[in-house]
């Protein structure tokens, strides 16, 4: 998961960035409309989106059909999803005007909006690229750590339906949950030794940092073969960007802000680096993983398609039209809510899961546009 993560440029920018002004539940405002209103549907080529929706429908297909998909009753319950999944999954993949007809029929679009603002900010993030060695050796000095069996990681919706997509950690000390060590006590030797667990060695401590980032990677080990890891957890500190701390510093502009500014910046400033990434106290822990990123919905993500969003308020599994740029260019297509981040904080508010290679890289390092969603609701609520 990208609470990260998560999620690219480190100001407003991925699944992991700082959150802008905190929006409200009771912000949540659907406006039903109709699919000649969002631009961009009639050329929809729908490439991947299967692959993508019917991960999503497995899931939906062995839920409790009685409960609610998501916290707000707009969206239904399991039930009305799981008749129409049924009905999709008979489609072929490679059918576009059958899956067209499919959603025009079953679906109506609702325009999401923030209050009464239908737009949004829309940023973008990838699957990493490190090089590494499952033993401390030569250049890989850099441990990626694996979750300690004594972090605790609490769902606050399991107790309380209000808190549904809020969560902490800590450990448990004396019957209490205590706050975990921060990201500079974690990296200075502070975790109790047991609990110290590297799963593998990286030669770059920034790389390791956008890993944190980004929640998920590919990592090419000194023995030729390939390693990918993914979220495991998380010392429950609240994410802060490391690009604002740049800006309040002088180092960087609002104006020129970006991943790849940022990591510049890091490479060009070694002996203040550690101390820049550190003020975020937010630490990740990884696994290894047999399949590619993995969302907060537990499915493996799929490029262009699966869309990171504000979990508190919208549940995952959702399809959703996306009206944004990227790159300069239009950027209209069906995605489906598969993850979220400590970032994506509103209404109106999205990542976009680019996919893993240097031009996945370079989409989301400079992703950053307004844009405005819909999301598709079953008629037959």
């Known amino acids: 998961m990208r609470f990260i993560l998560v999620i690219t440029s480190l100001v407003l920018v991925s699944c992991a960035s700082v959150p802008e002004k905190k929006v409200e539940v009771g912000d949540l405002n659907l406006k039903p409309s109709s699919f000649s209103q969002m631009p961009g549907w009639a050329d929809e080529d729908f490439e991947d989106f299967g692959k993508a929706y019917r991960k999503s429908c497995e899931v939906l297909l062995k839920r409790d059909s009685q409960r609610d998909i998501g916290k707000n009753q707009q969206f239904g319950k399991n039930q009305e999803w799981q008749i129409l999944c049924r009905k ?4 072929r993949q490679s ?7 499919f959603f025009e029929s079953n679906f109506i679009p ?5 209050g ?3 737009k949004g900010l829309f940023t973008g993030y990838y699957e990493a690229s490190l090089k590494g060695s499952r033993t401390k050796a030569g250049p890989y000095q850099v441990p990626l750590r694996a979750r300690p069996d004594d972090l605790v990681m609490v769902q606050l919706g399991d107790f309380r339906e209000e808190l549904k997509g809020q969560r902490i950690a800590g450990r448990v000390i004396d019957g209490r949950l205590r706050v975990y060590e921060t990201h500079e006590e974690i990296i200075s030797g502070e975790l109790p030794l047991a609990q110290d667990k590297p799963l593998v060695w990286v030669d770059s401590a920034v790389d390791a940092f956008f890993l944190q980032i980004q929640g998920s990677g590919v990592i090419e080990l000194d023995d030729g073969s390939i390693m990918r890891v993914g979220y495991a957890g998380q010392n429950g500190h609240p994410y802060y960007a490391i690009g604002r701390e740049l800006i309040a510093r002088g180092a960087l502009t609002k104006e020129n802000v970006s991943m790849q500014s940022i990591r510049a910046w890091l490479e060009a400033n070694p002996s203040e680096a550690r ?17 590619g990123a993995t969302g907060g919905s537990g499915l493996e993500l799929t490029p262009g398609r699966s869309l990171a969003i504000d979990h508190s308020l919208l549940p995952y599994h959702l399809p959703i039209y996306l009206n944004t740029d990227v790159a300069g260019e239009g950027f209209n297509r069906l995605m489906v809510t598969q993850d979220t981040g400590g970032a ?3 209404p109106v508010r999205g990542d976009i899961y680019f ?10 390092g400079a992703q950053k546009s307004q844009g405005q969603y819909w999301v598709l609701i079953p008629k037959n609520l």
């Open 275 to 291: 101390e820049v990434m550190t003020t975020n106290k937010s630490y990740v822990f990884f696994q290894e993983n047999k399949a």
């Open 88 to 91: 999709f999954n008979g489609i």
């Open 95 to 101: 059918n576009i005007s059958a899956i067209k007809e």
């Open 344 to 346: 994506i904080r509103g």
């Open 116 to 118: 009464s603002n239908p």
């Open 355 to 364: 996919g893993y290679g240097d031009e996945a890289e370079r989409l989301a």
């Open 110 to 114: 609702h325009q999401v909006f923030a």
